[in-house]
Structures are given as C-alpha cells and as structure tokens.
Nanobody, 122 residues
C-alpha cells in the first residue's frame, strides 16, 4: 500500500501564501506522477495541479494558474504546492494524489491522502 501524508494547511488571510507538502511512503514504484485536488464544502472534489514523474511537465486548473506552483523532490518522495495570492474561494480540503505512471490521470488517481484543510479569510 501507499501512504500519502499531507501537511502545511492552515488559516491564512486573503492575499497570503501557504506551501503544502505531501510525502509518499510504503509501496514504491519506479515512476509515479503526483497531483493536488481540493474539495470545498458542498462541492465536488476538483483537480488543482499535477506534475509528471520527471518534474518537467505540469498542469493547472484555470482557477489557480499564475498563483499556484507544483513541484516535487523525488529523492524525498515529496510533492509540494506553493499557493500564493490566496482567495476565500480557495478554502477547501486539499488532497494529494499519486498515480503509478508517468502522467497523472486527473479523473481517477489510484492513491489519495487524507487531506489538509486550507482556510482563507477575507
């Protein structure tokens, strides 16, 4: 099994920044893509960002382009989400995801973390 442990969530004022981290452990894969999703109260889970195995290709939801940046450190089996210019509508539980392939499938990643709460106050 794969364990994904998110950290870095919290309460921040609008316009502020946070950095989320997600460390993978347990079963190892030769290659794996990682990503971030979020779920706001009363809404469905939505894709936020993804990064391929080598880290040279990233994708973002339109709502976070230019404000969020995803990166990874394969030596640490960790993916990061640097969030800037945060808005109240970014408030959600943020989930880390892992797919044992070179590019993450945003429709159905195989492994999920437990989530970390991000709250942006106005």
């Amino acid at each position: 099994q794969v364990q994904l442990a998110e950290s870095g969530g919290g309460l921040v004022q609008a316009g502020g920044s946070l950095r989320l981290s997600c460390a993978a452990s347990g079963r190892t894969f030769f290659i794996y893509a990682m990503g971030w999703f979020r779920q706001a109260p009363g809404k469905e889970r939505e894709f936020v960002a993804a990064i391929n195995w080598s880290g040279d290709s990233t994708r973002y939801a339109d709502s976070v382009k230019g404000r969020f940046a995803i990166s990874r450190d394969n030596a640490k089996s960790t993916v990061y989400l640097q969030m800037g210019d945060l808005k109240p509508q970014d408030t959600a539980v943020y989930y880390c995801a892992l797919d044992p392939k070179s590019v993450l499938d945003p429709s159905a990643p195989r492994y999920w973390g437990q989530g970390t709460q991000v709250t942006v106050s106005s």
